[in-house]
């Protein structure tokens, strides 16, 4: 049963990750884009359940590891990265560099605690790779009720 709710979630958020992505080139028809909110934009991300613990893979194309910043509180994951970049706009008469901030956000509500002093996170071609081990719960211990 747990493979078919795996299943489920993949499937879930492949669909949340296109009809995001559906969205934005809509949007950026209209002319926007670059001022679309954060939680529109982007990252795109999928959450896994391998057992203790969880693994978060973040599409950030373009962001290197420096740009970004990731912290977990709690039953929370949060990303957040920002790029500055260089913009030149030229025409017959002019030239001009403008100075272009990318930013992108997502706040993630995990199933369960993690341990956040134990996450790590990998970078490779684009996509950040969080892993957080679980926060083993306490069995729960029953009290025997002596009847009278």
Known sequence: MSELILWTNREINKLRRDIDRLFERLWMGFGGGADLPGDMRGPYFELLDEGDTLVVNAELPGMRPKDVEISVREDMLFI?????????????????????????????????????????????????????????????????????
């Open 80 to 148: 957040r990265a920002e790029k500055r970049q260089a913009v030149e706009t030229s025409g017959p008469f002019y030239r001009r560099v403008e100075q272009s901030l990318r930013s992108v956000s997502r706040r993630i509500k995990l199933p369960c605690r993690v341990k956040a002093t134990d996450v790590r996170a990998d970078y490779k071609a684009g996509v950040f790779r969080i892993v957080m081990p679980k926060i083993e719960m306490e069995k729960k211990k029953g009290i025997k009720i002596r009847v009278k």
